[in-house]
């Protein structure tokens, strides 16, 4: 069974009624899912990833303690870790009374704090282009189970919608990295004969290529752990997927770094096209560097466009 559907169940058996019978008062102000850290909030996991932070549980979303109090949260929580200790097979990790770290009672402002650096989730400009793309996913991955204030799912929506000019903008920086590292350093560096540097400029090169894609397709790129397995799930340029793992995985003799350079501008050209299609660059060439000035060149906001354009990376 999945994470989330056994917290899903677990929750459905076990929360929901306890929820209902014992703390209804607060019902309209709390949230119940799964999301934040673990392969199970993306639907990751599998048979290894039960060796650890695996179990039946759930998160309880409280508002500020102005809301609901530091008494009933803690009524909440000693009750939360009174649930039956074994679901389906698995059992819960033991419970302190203030909570597990990814279970039980969580503050939503302290949640959103730790995944966005915003107590709300409201981002201005800056906090946009620097917070990560996989501090991002975690605010709005998984499931919300229950929501009786709307507030988190409405938050989780609100961070799901990048600007336009912030997404520009990242996807500059990542052009011009992609550029520099892949399609003028690889091949200097086998020139040189610094076979380890020129594996660097390809990891630098797929590093960035995957940030790409993740934008292009208007998805945040996860931990990097499993930007691999959420690529395979993008409905625009997944096919990279087998590319970038040639790139990685193999040595640069002669041979294969001729080999491994044509996969860099194949790469580079499948990029260049989904950034015409979607109206993003206006340069007409297969030089990302010339395509990373003009997504740039692109960006409405002064503030931003005239921030360097490394500056997201």
């Known amino acids: 069974m999945k994470g989330l559907e056994l917290s899903r169940a677990y929750y459905d058996q076990y929360g929901e009624a306890m929820l209902k019978e014992k703390f209804s008062g607060i019902l309209p102000l709390i949230a119940v899912g799964l999301c934040g850290s673990g392969s199970e909030c993306y639907g990751y996991d599998d048979e290894v990833s039960t060796d650890h932070d695996f179990e039946p549980g759930f998160c309880i979303f409280l508002p500020g303690e102005d809301v609901v109090d530091r008494q009933t949260a803690f ?101 011009l990295i992609m550029a520099q590292s892949g399609q003028y350093n690889y091949n200097r560096c086998i020139k040189h004969g610094q076979t380890a540097a020129a594996q660097l400029a390809v990891f630098e090169f797929v590093t960035h290529a995957l940030d790409c894609v993740f934008l292009l397709n208007r998805e945040y790129m996860p931990y990097y752990k499993w930007s691999f397995r959420a690529l395979c799930d993008l409905p625009l340029l997944s096919e990279l997927h087998d590319t970038f793992e040639l790139l990685l995985t193999t040595e640069n003799t002669d041979s294969l770094a001729e080999t491994k350079y044509y996969i860099i501008e194949d790469i580079c050209s499948s990029v260049i096209t989904a950034l015409q299609d979607q109206e993003l660059t206006e340069a007409i060439c297969g030089d990302l560097e010339k395509h990373a000035y003009s997504v740039n060149d692109g960006i409405r906001d002064p503030f931003i466009r005239n921030l360097n354009i490394l500056y997201t990376v």
């Open 75 to 175: 009524r909440l929580e000693r009750t939360y870790a009174s649930l039956p200790k074994e679901f389906s097979g698995y059992k819960r990790s033991p419970v302190s009374p203030v909570g597990g770290s990814r279970h039980g009672v969580i503050r939503l402002d302290e949640y959103l704090t730790e995944k966005t650096g915003s107590p709300d989730g409201t981002l201005d400009t800056v906090a946009w282009l620097k917070t990560p793309q996989y501090a991002l996913c975690e605010a709005v991955n998984g499931q919300i189970f229950f929501d009786g204030s709307g507030v988190i799912s409405s938050v989780r929506e609100k961070l799901r919608n990048m600007p336009d000019d912030v997404r520009r903008k990242r996807i500059s920086g990542d052009l």
